[in-house]
């Protein structure tokens, strides 16, 4: 089979190697890999490394849809032919993972384990869970990171109610999933971004309200469309100094479910709007496997449909990591035949 291999830090290292198939342990089942959805956090990954338990040779990418082709001994969780994805936090079943103060939980796919850039995969059957029946493989292979942090923000510990309001910041893969499920659970939706016509493909998406960022100040804005009331929950998805405006957009006693790190690791605000405005703010690490399984049932149910750019091949991998360095409206995902 081909999988994506690094020896190092760099994309430069990366190469499609051949190798062998995978074959599943006991509790394991081997997976065709048929899409990969990449994620922001694979740049870096791939570009600077993820510290000192990054194993190599290194495989990138933690999302993937696919089937069962082979089942290790002692599981019944899958059966050949079943239509899995993968979950972003392997062993993460419910609740925090394991971790403590000094050492927070930092585990995942593509990271402290190999990734999913592969034909084959061979992975404990507890690091999976059954793909949407509504979804393509493309589209399924959105949900594990994307697709589930916007759910643990929004429905998981929000809940969004109708008649609330909730901005997301840009209109990559996490702020269209979170523009689809407010919508769907009855909030107006604000979307702010630096360009016309994804402005204008987010309104035709249900947006209630666009902001151009460069054009006005994003947070006058806000007051403006909402008679100075704010935001009742932002999905923070710059970070670094910009949570200091999430606080300034956000309504009194709101939420902010601080999320990308565009802008850095270190966050910065003012504490005079934390301490007034009363409001909630939470990281979002992405999510557990009961909440990835309540999303494939959500999905099914509501029949949400993700938003993804371009689909491109295996061997492509090079033009679409250029393509995530661009920017994507919604997600870019690498097809395995």
């Given at each position: 089979m081909k999988r994506w291999e690094?020896?190092?830090?760099?994309?430069?290292?990366?190469?499609?190697?051949t190798v062998a198939l995978p074959e599943?342990?006991?509790?394991?089942?081997?997976?065709?890999?048929?899409?990969?959805?990449?994620?922001?956090?694979?740049?870096?990954?791939?570009?600077?490394?993820?510290?000192?338990?990054?194993?190599?040779?290194?495989?990138?990418?933690?999302?993937?849809a696919g089937v069962v082709t082979d089942v290790g001994e002692g599981v019944t969780r899958f059966a050949v032919g079943d239509r899995v994805i993968s979950t972003f936090n392997p062993g993460r079943l419910d609740g925090p993972g394991p971790g403590s103060a000094r050492r927070p939980p930092y585990v995942m796919l593509g990271g402290s384990h190999p990734g999913v850039l592969a034909e084959y995969v061979a992975f404990p059957a507890d690091w999976f869970v059954k793909a949407p029946a509504t979804l393509d493989a493309a589209e399924a292979s959105t949900l594990p990171c994307a697709g589930l942090t916007a759910w643990t923000a929004l429905v998981e510990y929000g809940p969004v109610r109708?008649?609330?309001?909730?901005?997301?910041?840009?209109?990559?893969?996490?702020?269209?999933?979170?523009?689809?499920l407010a919508r769907a659970m009855?909030?107006?939706v604000f979307v702010?971004?630096?360009?016309?016509?994804?402005?204008?493909?987010?309104?035709?998406?249900?947006?209630?309200?666009?902001?151009?960022?460069?054009?006005?100040?994003?947070?006058?804005?806000?007051?403006?469309?909402?008679?100075d009331r704010g935001v009742d929950h932002i999905l923070e998805l710059v970070g670094g100094a910009h949570l200091g405006r999430s606080l300034e957009a956000v309504a009194l006693h709101g939420r902010i479910s601080v999320i990308g790190v565009f802008e850095g690791f270190t966050v910065t605000g003012s504490s005079a709007p934390l301490?007034?405005?009363?409001?909630?703010?939470?990281?979002?690490?992405?999510?557990?496997?009961?909440?990835?399984?309540?999303?494939?049932?959500?999905?099914?149910?509501?029949?949400?449909?993700?938003?993804?750019?371009?689909?491109?091949?295996?061997?492509?991998?090079?033009?679409?990591?250029?393509?995530?360095?661009r920017g994507a409206f919604g997600k870019i995902v690498v097809e395995s035949h």
């Open positions: 690094m020896d190092a830090p760099g994309r430069e290292r990366l190469r499609l190697k599943p342990r006991p509790g394991e089942v081997r997976v065709k890999v048929a899409a990969v959805s990449l994620n922001f956090r694979d740049k870096g990954a791939i570009e600077s490394g993820v510290g000192p338990s990054q194993p190599f040779p290194f495989t990138p990418a933690s999302d993937m109708p008649g609330q309001t909730v901005l997301v910041q840009g209109t990559g893969g996490v702020a269209l999933f979170g523009l689809q009855g909030a107006d702010t971004s630096g360009s016309d016509d994804k402005l204008a493909r987010a309104k035709a998406l249900g947006a209630t309200h666009v902001i151009h960022r460069e054009r006005e100040d994003w947070v006058e804005a806000v007051y403006r469309l909402t008679e301490i007034l405005k009363e409001p909630t703010v939470r990281g979002i690490h992405v999510g557990h496997r009961r909440s990835l399984e309540e999303l494939v049932r959500g999905v099914d149910r509501l029949g949400l449909k993700p938003v993804i750019d371009r689909r491109y091949g295996l061997e492509e991998l090079p033009a679409a990591l250029e393509h995530l360095d």
